[in-house]
C-alpha cells in the first residue's frame, strides 16, 4: 500500500530560469515605463535604486509594492536583498514619483511570514502567485505557522520608510 504524503496548503513560487530571463528582458521596458506618465497609473509595481555594498554601483529593478502599515514593502528572494542589510538609503519611483527612502531588510521567519500574511490575505489567494510569490493550494488561507515553513529562510521583506 503506498502513503501519500500531504502537499504543503502553501508554497513558496520560485520562477524558472526561462522566467529569470524573460523578467530581465522585461525589466528593460519596465523601468521607462515605470518612469513615464503611463507609470503614474501603476500601482503596485515602482522602481528601487539603491548602491551596491561592494561595487558601489547604483542598480535599479522594478518590484512589487505594497503599502502596509503606511509604509512601502517589496518582498524578494534575490540575491540583491543583501545589499539592504543595515537599512540603506534608496530611491523608490512609485506612480511618477521619486520618492528618497530608507529601506530596511527584514528576515526574521516570523515577521517575514506576519508580512506575507498579511498581504497574502489583502491580494487573495487567486494574485498572490505573481502578486507575492505564494502557491496556495485549496480553498482556505493558510496559517502564518505555514507561510513561514513556505519561505523560512529564502525570502525576505523590504520595508521602505519615507527619509
Do not use: C
Not at 29 to 55: C, E, K, N, Y
Not at 67 to 77: C, I
Not at 102 to 108: G, N, P, S, T
Not at 122 to 130: N, P
Amino acid at each position: 500500500m503506498q502513503t501519500k504524503t500531504k502537499e504543503p496548503i502553501v508554497r513558496s513560487f520560485e520562477p524558472s530560469a526561462r522566467f529569470d530571463r524573460l523578467t530581465r528582458v522585461g525589466n528593460v521596458f519596465m523601468r521607462p515605463l515605470l518612469r513615464s506618465r503611463v507609470g503614474r497609473r501603476i500601482d503596485d509595481l515602482a522602481l528601487l535604486t539603491f548602491t551596491g555594498r561592494r561595487s558601489g554601483r547604483s542598480y535599479t529593478f522594478p518590484v512589487a509594492y505594497h503599502v502596509l502599515d503606511g509604509n512601502g514593502v517589496m518582498l524578494t528572494s534575490r540575491a540583491w536583498k543583501a545589499n539592504l542589510r543595515g537599512g540603506v538609503d534608496v530611491e523608490v519611483v512609485h506612480r511618477g514619483a521619486r520618492i528618497p527612502m530608507r529601506a530596511e531588510l527584514v528576515e526574521d521567519p516570523h515577521e517575514v511570514a506576519r508580512i506575507y500574511g498579511t498581504l497574502l490575505r489583502r491580494v487573495g489567494a487567486e494574485k498572490a502567485k505573481l502578486s507575492i510569490g505564494l502557491e496556495v493550494a485549496g480553498k482556505r488561507l493558510p496559517t502564518d505557522e505555514e507561510i513561514e515553513e513556505a519561505v523560512g529562510g529564502r525570502r525576505a521583506a523590504v520595508l521602505l520608510r519615507p527619509r
